[in-house]
């Protein structure tokens, strides 16, 4: 399976996959977003930092509403906005600081690697970020 | 599989889904104000009503919610039929003179040929549709704070007794949830306010920011078994964390480590290491 790979050697902080992901979830490539990937530099460190896509996840264990579910193709935790309701268990349980919430629509907002074609990846120069086999 | 017609287009529907949840899935659009999927449908909005009939009818059509009816063999759905049309506009007709001043109102009305209400608008109007989504969601998180009260021109949402309601936790998933934004949720200075009762908000460990309130922490880690640890920081922080665990292992298997913008040559890759219990 297809994994997307983070590699903080490679990674030369120009956020092109901030702008990426918030035109992919957002529609507009805006540094404010709401989007689901973030770098932050760590001493000299730049880090990329998304959703793990855990085995046994926090915010699938949070929503009351089994709105978060796992791609069978993918194997991505993706919500489903129309079984969303809003009320950011998710968002509070994810030890990684992982979950979004857009204001904007009401639901919660994850990294569902772009149902199978990371936009991230795609628009990374370095490799920093990678959608291969692994 | 149960084969049947929407608006005369051959249709394949699973068994027991209802007929909204197969005219979504193949792509036919009924509006709706009360709908949620992880919700009980509770046909409040009547705004999915659609004409079904048999071909043992005679022709004779029934004017149903789409989102009650279940689907059934040889059933014929008219979502857009002249009755149909007439159904809604009427439906929105009187919702505007309900809720005037409600953006999405005006805007599904006017979508349905709707301009200005025909009915005596209300005297004090609220932007409250009364769909019960606020109160399914609240039942749904658990909590069961909210309900409908009264009956016919008296029903409102209501708290028991319309008093500060002791059950709910204050998430405010009822306020996420409205479609016309109607619940009132004020956050000021730690507290958060919503159904006249007052919530202290947890604060970040590390950064101080408020971020939930007590109340929803304690009810998810009773009700859902989740860690106390994970709420002890803010979303913003909790990624200040893994950033620097990340940044501590390349630190410590590159100590000469020099990002790449500030000239530094590409890295040999890592060693592969295997990692039990992670899928293939």
Redesign the interface.
């Known amino acids: 399976m297809k994994r997307l790979l983070v590699r903080p050697t490679e990674c030369t902080h120009c956020r092109n996959c901030e702008l990426a992901c918030a035109f992919y979830h957002s529609g507009a490539p805006t540094p404010v977003g709401p989007r689901v990937i973030e770098v932050r530099r760590v001493r000299t460190v730049p880090v990329p930092l998304t959703c793990l896509q855990c085995d046994e996840a926090a915010c699938v264990a949070a929503c009351p509403a089994d709105a978060i579910r796992r791609s069978e193709e993918t194997g991505a935790l993706e919500v489903k906005p129309h079984r969303c309701i809003g009320c950011r268990a998710c968002e509070h349980a994810c030890p990684f600081g992982a979950m979004y919430f857009s204001e904007e629509r009401h639901v919660a907002l994850k990294c569902d690697l772009c149902k199978g074609n990371p936009t991230c990846a795609a628009f990374c120069p370095t490799d920093a970020l990678r959608w291969a086999e692994a | 599989m149960v084969k049947m017609f929407i608006d005369d287009r051959r249709v394949e529907a699973q068994e027991g889904e209802s007929v909204l949840d197969l005219a979504r899935r193949v792509g036919v659009d009924i509006p709706t104000l009360c709908h949620?999927?992880?919700?009980e449908p509770s046909g409040a909005c009547r705004l999915c009503s659609v004409e079904v009939t048999f071909p043992g009818w005679d022709g004779w059509r029934k004017l149903v919610t789409s989102c009650l009816y279940p689907v059934a063999e040889d059933l014929r759905v008219y979502t857009q039929s002249e009755r149909v049309q007439k159904t809604r506009a009427l439906l929105l007709d009187l919702l505007l003179a309900r809720c005037p001043d409600a953006p999405l109102i005006q805007r599904l009305a006017a979508e349905h040929g709707v301009r200005t209400t025909s009915f005596v608008p209300r005297a004090e109007p609220d932007d409250c549709i009364l769909c019960g989504l606020c109160v399914r969601?609240c039942d749904?998180?658990?909590a069961h704070a909210i309900t409908t009260a009264q009956r016919g021109q008296h029903k409102v949402i209501a708290t028991p007794f319309n008093e500060p309601p002791e059950e709910c936790v204050g998430?405010?998933?009822c306020?996420?949830?409205c479609p016309t934004q109607c619940i009132e949720l004020r956050e000021a200075e730690g507290v958060r306010s919503i159904w006249e009762r007052d919530f202290e908000l947890l604060r970040c460990q590390t950064c101080q920011a408020a971020?939930?309130t007590v109340a929803?922490?304690d009810h998810?880690v009773k009700e859902?078994?989740?860690?106390e640890s994970?709420?002890q920081?803010?979303?913003?922080?909790?990624?200040?964390?893994?950033?620097?665990s990340?940044?501590e292992v390349?630190?410590k298997t590159?100590p000469d480590?020099?990002?790449?913008?500030?000239g530094g040559e590409?890295?040999p890759p890592l060693p592969r290491v295997s990692r039990p219990?992670v899928?293939?």
């Open positions: 949620n999927e992880a919700l969601a749904k998180v658990g998430c405010g998933a306020a996420e949830i971020f939930m929803e922490r998810l859902r078994g989740l860690e994970y709420y920081e803010c979303p913003s922080c909790k990624r200040q964390r893994v950033a620097e990340m940044a390349v630190l590159h480590f020099v990002p790449k913008q500030m590409p890295l219990g899928r293939p």
